[in-house]
């Protein structure tokens, strides 16, 4: 299956500050990627839905001033967690789908835990 | 927000035993995902089975679908210790948009 390098795995920073997670797709195109946030021994809740080109679509209840997605290019998005706060403390995994696939597999990075502290 | 519901929520068994993980889900599909997931760690995809399908199998996977209940089942025969993990199901909503189960947490002791 398609590769996907996320990164950092783990970060702690301190509350105030701002922290950038990338996810590359290493071996094909992807026009749509998935940002997930997944809270211990819960299940993935979908935040916001990016578009290569276009600006990112969020989940109800997910502001959008706190958490900036780019995703400026077909095998390049980011996700920035601005102004961190301890409860923003958790799981972030991008999932990418493979452009013009329709409802198919995707494909996940393995993951960024944060901590702020 | 959740497609569906996953049971059990945590299954424990010995290594050679079967488990069985059910998911139920909401909407008209085209398609429902199993995925693995390792404690804190990315998701892997186990299997795909199309809504026009009612049983699939991959190695020691066996996934069954019956869409008149809106239901699917994963069986992993012969468990073993490196099974353990969390499994979700997983369905595309209308818009397009991925979206999970609430997962079961296997766990085969050797």
């Known amino acids: 299956g398609a590769v996907v390098s996320q990164h950092p795995s783990r970060v702690i920073c301190k509350s105030g500050t701002s922290v950038k997670i990338e996810c590359r797709s290493l071996d094909f195109q992807a026009t749509t990627m998935f940002w997930y946030r997944q809270f211990p021994k819960q299940s993935l809740m979908l935040m916001a839905t990016?578009?290569?080109?276009?600006?990112?679509?969020?989940e109800q209840g997910v502001e959008k001033d706190k958490f900036l997605i780019n995703h400026a290019s077909l095998t390049l998005s980011t996700l920035t967690v601005t102004s961190a706060h301890p409860e923003d403390s958790s799981f972030y995994i991008c999932?990418?789908?493979?452009?013009?696939?329709?409802?198919?597999?995707?494909?996940f990075g393995q993951g960024t835990r944060l901590t702020v502290v | 927000s959740q497609q569906g519901e996953e049971d059990p929520q945590a299954l424990s068994i010995q290594e050679g035993e079967n488990a069985t993980m059910n998911c139920s889900y909401k909407?008209?599909?085209?398609?429902l995902q199993w995925y693995r997931q390792n404690s804190g760690r990315g998701l892997v995809h186990l299997i795909l089975i199309r809504s026009n399908e009612r049983e699939k199998h991959s190695g020691r996977l066996r996934v069954t679908l019956d869409t008149s209940k809106k239901s699917s089942s994963l069986l992993i025969t012969a468990s073993r210790a490196a099974d353990t993990a969390s499994y979700f199901c997983a369905t595309y909503n209308q818009g397009g948009k991925l979206i999970f189960g609430q997962g079961t947490e296997l766990s085969v002791k050797p």
């Open positions: 909407t008209s599909i085209n398609n």
């Open positions: 990016s578009n290569e080109g276009s600006k990112a679509t969020y």
């Open positions: 999932s990418e789908k493979l452009s013009g696939a329709m409802n198919t597999e995707a494909f």
